[in-house]
């Protein structure tokens, strides 16, 4: 079964510091996409980062960046320098391919509150 | 910018009602996707669409059924509301080829009394 496991239902952050969120998954697959996602509260769900598992390179954006373990198909996001905004529900997800069509599975989600 | 628009933000309906949830976006992307939302259960897909009265099921389509009768819409039919529907119901859309990603809209939460 292709899975996407988040381990921390809730975490939470000063201002300005960093702070990592876990992601696990589990796909057959060789090829495929992962995603983080942000829902800040009552707000639309936005793309943070994605990555391409094809790509040794981690992904970077701004102070947002992943640590990809292809191999222990790992797939965290660390953020950098915490600002208040970035209080938001995230979620990771994988992209599967499935009889030709391609859906996104997500996880469960981790709850980050950002503290002044 | 790519936008995806919800015909509601909050919604009550009775037990035992018809109700429809709509979606549009003006990106022209092939696919679309509705999802509900609860607390400790993350995203589950609903139903998908990859083109215009196709459709497929997707994790838990029971209770529910979809229409794509144009490119831009794509509804969401509550046959028969029920009280454990009562959720939020996110729709998103993406363009066929992309590198997966998906736009959201800005959710419906239904309550079913």
């Known amino acids: 079964a292709q899975t996407v496991t988040q381990s921390q239902p809730e975490m939470s952050v000063q201002e300005a510091e960093t702070v990592t969120l876990s992601c696990t998954y589990d796909?057959?697959?060789?090829?495929?996409?992962l995603f983080w996602y942000k829902q800040p509260p009552s707000r639309q769900m936005i793309l943070v980062i994605r990555?391409?598992?094809?790509?040794?390179q981690n992904a970077t954006e701004n102070r947002f960046s992943v640590n990809f373990q292809k191999a222990a198909k790992s797939f965290s996001l660390k953020i950098s320098d915490s600002q208040l905004g970035d209080t938001a529900m995230y979620f990771c997800?994988?992209?599967?391919?499935?009889?030709?069509?391609?859906?996104?599975?997500f996880g469960k989600g981790t709850k980050l509150t950002v503290n002044p | 910018d790519v936008k995806v628009t919800q015909s509601s933000r909050y919604l009550v309906k009775r037990t035992g009602e018809k109700v429809f949830l709509e979606c549009v976006q003006d990106?022209?992307?092939?696919?679309m996707f509705w999802y509900r939302q609860d607390p400790g259960l993350g995203l589950r897909l609903i139903y998908f669409?990859?083109?215009?009265?196709?459709?497929e099921k997707g994790d838990i389509p029971e209770g529910y059924s979809v229409s794509r009768e144009k490119k831009e819409r794509f509804s969401l039919i509550l046959e028969s509301a029920s009280t454990n529907q009562t959720s939020m119901y996110l729709c998103?859309?993406?363009?066929?080829?992309?590198?997966?990603?998906?736009?959201f809209g800005p959710g419906t939460r239904l309550t079913v009394t």
């Open positions: 998103a859309s993406r363009m066929s080829g992309q590198k997966g990603e998906q736009y």
């Open positions: 796909t057959s697959e060789s090829n495929y996409y």
């Open positions: 990555q391409e598992a094809y790509k040794q």
């Open positions: 997800a994988f992209k599967l391919t499935q009889g030709g069509s391609e859906k996104l599975v």
């Open positions: 990106m022209d992307h092939e696919n």
């Open positions: 669409s990859y083109d215009v009265k196709m459709k």
